[in-house]
Nanobody, 115 residues
Framework: QVQLVESGGGLVQPGGSLRLSCVVSGTLFSIGTMGWYRQAPGKQRDLVATITSGEITNYIDSVKGRFTISRDDRKNTVYLQMNSLKPEDTAVYYC?????????WGQGIQVTVSS
């Protein structure tokens, strides 16, 4: 059974940094596109960034230049380095991976940006 476990969230002041990690276990197959989504209170879950198996990245405009997505396929892990954090980045962040025809989600991790 495929499982995704996120870590690295927490409370940070505006302008600070956090690094999210998501470790994927329970698969014998190569992982396709990996990504991060976020959901703020009262809002829908939105895409933040994705990275393909060929390491092509895509970001929403509001995080370009501040966030960096990367992956380590030897560790089945995807990262999201978040710099210059703003209060509007506050949300629950979810890891997502695609394996063959499956689409898998982590349990979510809270990121709060506040002074």
């Amino acid at each position: 059974q495929v499982q995704l476990v996120e870590s690295g969230g927490g409370l940070v002041q505006p302008g600070g940094s956090l690094r999210l990690s998501c470790v994927v276990s329970g698969t014998l197959f190569s992982i396709g596109t990996m990504g991060w989504y976020r959901q703020a209170p009262g809002k829908q879950r939105d895409l933040v960034a994705t990275i393909t198996s060929g390491e092509i990245t895509n970001y929403i405009d509001s995080v370009k230049g501040r966030f960096t997505i990367s992956r380590d396929d030897r560790k089945n892990t995807v990262y999201l380095q978040m710099n210059s954090l703003k209060p509007e980045d506050t949300a629950v962040y979810y890891c997502n991976v695609k394996i063959l025809l499956g689409n898998y989600w982590g349990q979510g991790i809270q990121v709060t940006v506040s002074s």
